[in-house]
């Protein structure tokens, strides 16, 4: 079995900032892409970011220049800092990773159980 445990999310002002933490553990034999996705209320859920093994990244057009995605592929984490907070980024953050269960195995799309970031005005 393989979960993915997120930490970090909370009330924050406008302007402030917040560390997400999404630790994936289980029966793991390599990790591919992992990202955070976010969804609001009566929204759909939205790429935030996304960051290869290697470390290329990639970020939703809203979060451009206020987020950075980095990972530590020895602890199988991902994290997602975020500046420059908007009550708009309030919303429950998801973790997904890729992951193979074993060596020459297929690759499933694991996800977390969500943390609320809200961000007040």
């Known amino acids: 079995q393989v979960q993915l445990v997120e930490s970090g999310g909370g009330l924050v002002q406008a302007g402030g900032s917040l560390r997400l933490s999404c630790a994936a553990s289980?029966?793991?034999?390599?990790?591919?892409?992992m990202g955070w996705y976010r969804q609001a209320p009566e929204k759909q859920r939205e790429l935030v970011a996304i960051?290869?093994?290697?470390?290329?990244?990639n970020y939703g057009d809203s979060v451009k220049g206020r987020c950075t995605i980095s990972r530590d592929n020895a602890k199988n984490t991902v994290y997602l800092q975020m500046n420059s907070l908007r009550p708009e980024d309030t919303a429950v953050y998801y973790c997904?990773?890729?992951?193979?269960?074993?060596?020459?195995?297929?690759?499933?799309?694991?996800w977390g159980q969500g943390t609320q970031v809200t961000v007040s005005s």
């Open positions: 997904n990773a890729h992951i193979q269960k074993r060596e020459y195995g297929p690759w499933y799309s694991f």
């Open positions: 289980g029966s793991i034999f390599s990790i591919g892409v």
């Open positions: 960051i290869t093994g290697g470390g290329t990244t």
